[in-house]
């Protein structure tokens, strides 16, 4: 059962143009939601993250939005530029000690000139 | 800080040998974590470590060991190769302290089994 649903698998977008991408979550229990961002050939790196206590976290061109009701988190990439391409992944943990993180499928992005 | 450090970046192996795939750490962190990295599946926990001696399965743990004998290494072993492990192998580790600390990553291993 995949408790984060990540969507789309794949985007293209335009240089300039905005990118989205979006989480649904299951378990009511998560209360922490990073954004991770992989380039090929290297490991996921922490891109930006939210608390379920805050409806918008704005990151320079990345935005993350919150929306607690609806079990659901997004990213924004505006401007999205040819050195956004890469594969974005949605998480969610709980908190306190360790804390399993549980990963979407990902989304591959391209941004073409 | 080189931070987290993997070996090797790939592998080939035949079905039925066994490998270890290293994993260390300069940054005194006490969580560490291994993933594999299928397409269409995301990042699935196979094993992780909440300190030295101490370790717990995650999502998928089957044909796998670990040992935490010092805070900087987590090693993986494969037991006996199967072709359903060709995968790309991530090492991660974040410290203890604070609210939900973030992962750091290594750039993992490429693993085939023939």
């Known amino acids: 059962q995949q408790q984060v649903k990540q969507s789309p698998q794949s985007l293209i977008v335009q240089k300039g143009g905005i990118s989205i991408i979006n989480c649904a979550y299951e378990?009511?229990?998560?209360?922490?939601f990073p954004w991770y961002q992989q380039f090929p050939g290297k490991g996921p790196a922490l891109l930006i993250a939210i608390r379920p206590d805050v409806s918008e976290k704005k990151e320079g061109r990345f935005t993350i939005s919150f929306n607690k009701s609806a079990k659901q988190f997004s990213l924004h990439i505006m401007d999205s530029q040819p050195g956004d391409s890469a594969t974005y992944f949605c998480a969610a943990s709980g908190s306190g000690g360790y804390q399993k993180v549980t990963f979407g499928i990902g989304t591959k992005l391209q941004v073409i000139p | 800080n080189a931070g987290v450090t993997q070996t090797p970046k790939f592998q080939v192996l035949k079905t039925g040998q066994s490998m270890t795939l290293q994993c260390a750490q300069d940054m005194n962190h006490e969580y560490m974590s291994w993933y594999r990295q299928d397409p269409g599946m995301g990042l699935r926990l196979i094993h992780y470590s909440v300190g030295a001696g101490i370790t717990d399965q995650g999502e998928v743990p089957n044909g796998y060991n670990v040992s935490r004998s010092t805070t900087e290494d987590f090693p993986l072993r494969l037991l006996s190769a199967a072709p359903s492990q060709t995968s790309v192998y991530f090492c991660?580790?974040?410290?203890?302290?604070?609210?939900?600390?973030?992962?750091?990553f290594g750039d993992g291993t490429r693993l085939s089994i023939l």
């Open positions: 991660a580790s974040s410290p203890s302290r604070g609210w939900n600390q973030p992962q750091h």
């Open positions: 378990n009511t229990a998560f209360d922490y």
